[in-house]
């Protein structure tokens, strides 16, 4: 939808203007000098669709003077009228241009589905600071900025966990750092002072052992050196004692058995005496002397032991993190990748809006003008109008550029420009070349309304009507272009040159009259 004809009467500035477009022309020039009104016909336009977002900016919409203001904008499907009875008091009417011209119950509501922001200025978007045009940007695609806050929100818990991680990691590291590397012998384990005790009385107990078993032996080596020096005595007294010879010989054989047992004791007691290795005392001891030290030593292996275990959990940690890190920047590249935007290049950074890979400021000023006003084109697909402050700032490419965008989406810009000799000039309020009859006090009469509103929602829409129990009329002058027969049409004008309307005649004397309004939305009968 794009803008037929746009009337307005005592809207701050303006006294009367009624302006129709050329619909050949895809740019409107609204030129005057400064103080004139030229910006109050663009907030017109924005006033008569969504009159809250310049409200704050607006505290007097009703021009110095006027009793009421009215805003009529004619779009190729929808009529808008918006009344302003006092400066904090307005009603809006919105009708269907079908055959009943049905009247809509919401329009406020109606209104904002319609557009994104009428108000959006490339020039103006081009001044922005970083994260206001980001902030611009997103909503051209509302579910990316959801996606990108809550992986940005990801993001910061994960970096700041990672952070208090690497923290502790790197205390670890260098409690790890100051303690010595144990030996590799050491036990995991201290050593008990009762167990080596004990270890010294079984080895005490296994040396008596042994002593007592080696006096055994020399035992038997004495006994058996014995039983043969006293068979050689035998020997010889069987030799000189014949007689005793049967007595002696049966001691002989007694004898004989018994070292021969004694001989085999001996021999079996040599071989495991052979075997036997005594304990090595000095050793145990040693480590009783030096067990305190020792156990130092000990501890001191669990303890680095401890630590080198806590900075790998932690180092496995962080790296856990940082890998988590990587995927969630991973997964926002893939979601800018696959947002839908108006020009091919946009991006977004911490810092604001991005351009080829660049930051969008860096870009060069046709390169800016191309990507906003594509954006503004992008945010209001339904009402194709978009407005230009500060037109006076482009060059002639600028405005080549701009004309060439629009056509080709078409799309209808208005751009204010300071000239009087340029476009539609706006002169004290209304339109060169369109008179209005003005009381001699230089006041517009305005219209008391006949019938009051119901409080509304609390964007300005006032709901159903109620009839009060008066009905007060009241005379004015006739003063708007379709009572007076004058209206501006804006020309088809090539490169914006100077488009303006003889000076008409002045109108006969017209007689005071009464009108009646059928309903509020402007219709009289």
Not at 114 to 119: D, N, P, Q, T
Request: glycine residues 6%.
């Amino acid at each position: 939808m794009k803008i037929l004809r746009l009337t307005g009467h005592n809207f701050k500035k303006i006294r009367a203007v009624d302006i129709t477009p050329d619909p050949n022309e895809n740019v409107i020039i609204i030129g005057g000098r400064n103080s004139q009104g030229k910006t109050c016909v663009l907030d017109m336009i924005q006033g008569a669709i969504d009159f809250a977002s310049m409200q704050k900016r607006t505290p007097q919409p009703i021009r110095e003077g006027a009793e009421h203001a009215d805003i009529d904008l004619d779009l190729s499907e929808i009529e808008i009228k918006r009344t302003f009875t006092d400066n904090e008091t307005h009603y809006l009417t919105v009708r269907l241009k079908d055959d009943a011209r049905t009247k809509v119950p919401s329009p406020q509501a109606f209104l904002d589905k319609l557009v994104g922001k009428l108000s959006f200025d490339p020039l103006a978007f081009m001044r922005m600071e970083g994260k206001d045009q980001r902030g611009a940007l997103f909503r051209l695609d509302p579910g990316l900025e959801r996606v990108l806050v809550e992986l940005d929100a990801e993001y910061g818990t994960a970096f700041a966990e990672r952070t208090g991680v690497n923290r502790s990691l790197k205390q670890q590291q260098g409690a790890l750092a100051k303690l010595p590397l144990p030996a590799a012998d050491l036990p995991d384990s201290e050593i008990s002072a009762a167990d080596l005790l004990k270890a010294i009385q079984a080895a005490q107990d296994a040396r008596l052992a042994n002593a007592t078993q080696r006096q055994r032996l020399e035992t038997l080596r004495t006994e058996a050196k014995t039983a043969k020096q006293d068979l050689e005595k035998l020997d010889r007294e069987i030799a000189e004692l014949e007689t005793r010879l049967a007595s002696l010989r049966q001691d002989r054989e007694n004898t004989q058995r018994e070292f021969d047992g004694l001989v085999e004791r001996g021999t079996r007691i040599a071989a495991e005496v052979a075997t036997l290795v005594d304990p090595d005392l000095t050793s145990l001891q040693d480590q009783l002397a030096n067990l305190e030290q020792r156990n130092d030593a000990i501890r001191g292996g669990q303890k680095y032991r401890i630590q080198r275990a806590d900075a790998e959990r932690l180092q496995a940690q962080s790296d856990a993190l940082t890998a988590r890190l990587t995927e969630i920047e991973a997964t926002k590249a893939t979601a800018l990748q696959h947002a839908t935007f108006p020009v091919a290049g946009l991006g977004f950074s911490e810092d604001g809006v991005t351009f080829n890979g660049k930051p969008f400021r860096q870009a060069s000023s046709s390169e800016q003008l191309r990507v906003s006003l594509a954006i503004a084109m992008a945010l209001n697909p339904e009402i194709r109008v978009i407005r230009i402050s500060d037109g006076s700032l482009l060059d002639d490419q600028s405005m080549a550029l701009i004309r060439e965008m629009v056509q080709e989406k078409d799309f209808q810009v208005w751009i204010e420009v300071v000239s009087d000799n340029v476009g539609i000039i706006i002169e004290d309020g209304l339109v060169r070349g369109a008179p209005v009859l003005e009381e001699p006090a230089g006041k517009v009469t305005a219209l008391k309304e006949p019938r009051a509103l119901a409080p509304g929602n609390g964007n300005g829409d006032k709901g159903e009507q109620k009839t009060p129990s008066k009905r007060p009329t009241s005379l004015r002058i006739p003063t708007t272009p379709a009572e007076t027969g004058l209206s501006a049409v804006a020309p088809a004008i090539p490169r914006q040159t100077a488009g303006t309307h003889a000076p008409a005649p002045a109108p006969p004397a017209l007689p005071l009259r009464t009108p009646v309004f059928a309903k509020r939305s402007g219709a009289k009968t």
